[in-house]
């Protein structure tokens, strides 16, 4: 039984494209959260959702846009790509004090 | 959240007990220090957190220090499966928190 999933593993697309990952977790928490690992492996959270309201956003361009259609669904979707968001995207849910990640989603914009 | 320090990388032979160091001098009485790994190429992996007791479950020990500005995360038969990035990381408990990952341990396990 996969926790935490993500769509699409991998994704490769042009500057200034549209695209969304997608993120599921069965897990039944509360909170989910997306978090980016660039190229020298630094991770960092970007957002976090807390019964489908934003309670955690960091310095993150506003071409970034979470949404959270429910409390098991938090996509994020990225307006106007540009070479410096590849990277690896990771969502992860959490219950009091384990967070739980997915795979990843390996984003590569040429 | 306090800011904790860990050593770039350690070698362990395979079988042998994994002892992964952290400085959190500045912890606050309400932050708990938790460790996670990230194996290559995966998503980071919850492995153990505590406030002060020391604390064991089924894959790792964690030691903290009696003033709470240390702790030791223990691989007791380390595997090569266990090669990996570890981080310590100080933060208050709850689920609304935010983890905040430093550079980590890198944690080669050597046949």
């Known amino acids: 039984d996969t926790a935490v999933s993500q769509t699409p593993k991998y994704l490769v697309t042009q500057m200034g494209n549209d695209k969304s990952i997608k993120c599921e977790q069965n897990l039944g928490h509360d909170t989910m959260y997306w978090y980016k690992q660039d190229s020298k492996k630094f991770l960092k959270i970007m957002f976090s959702?807390?019964?489908?309201?934003?309670?955690i956003n960091e310095t993150v361009p506003n071409r970034f846009s979470p949404k959270s259609p429910d409390k098991a669904h938090l996509n994020l979707h990225i307006n106007s790509l540009e070479l410096g968001d590849s990277a690896v995207y990771f969502c992860?849910?959490?219950?009091?004090?384990?967070?739980?990640f997915g795979p990843g989603t390996r984003l590569t914009v040429t | 959240d306090a800011k904790t320090t860990q050593p770039t990388s350690m070698d362990c032979a395979e079988g042998r007990a994994a002892n992964l160091p952290c400085n959190h001098s500045?912890?606050?009485?309400?932050?708990?220090v938790y460790w996670y790994r990230q194996i290559h190429s995966q998503g980071p992996q919850y492995i153990i957190h505590?406030?002060?007791n020391n604390e064991t479950n089924e894959m790792a020990s964690l030691i903290i220090t009696e003033d709470r500005k240390s702790s030791t995360l223990i691989l007791p038969h380390a595997t090569l499966r266990d090669t990996a990035v570890y981080y310590c990381?100080?933060?208050?408990?709850?689920?609304?928190?935010?983890?905040?990952f430093g550079k980590g341990t890198l944690l080669t396990v050597n046949p």
């Open positions: 505590g406030l002060k």
């Open positions: 990381i100080v933060r208050e408990g709850g689920s609304n928190y935010k983890l905040t």
């Open positions: 992860a849910s959490s219950h009091i004090h384990e967070q739980y």
């Open positions: 500045t912890i606050s009485g309400n932050e708990y």
């Open positions: 959702y807390n019964n489908k309201e934003l309670i």
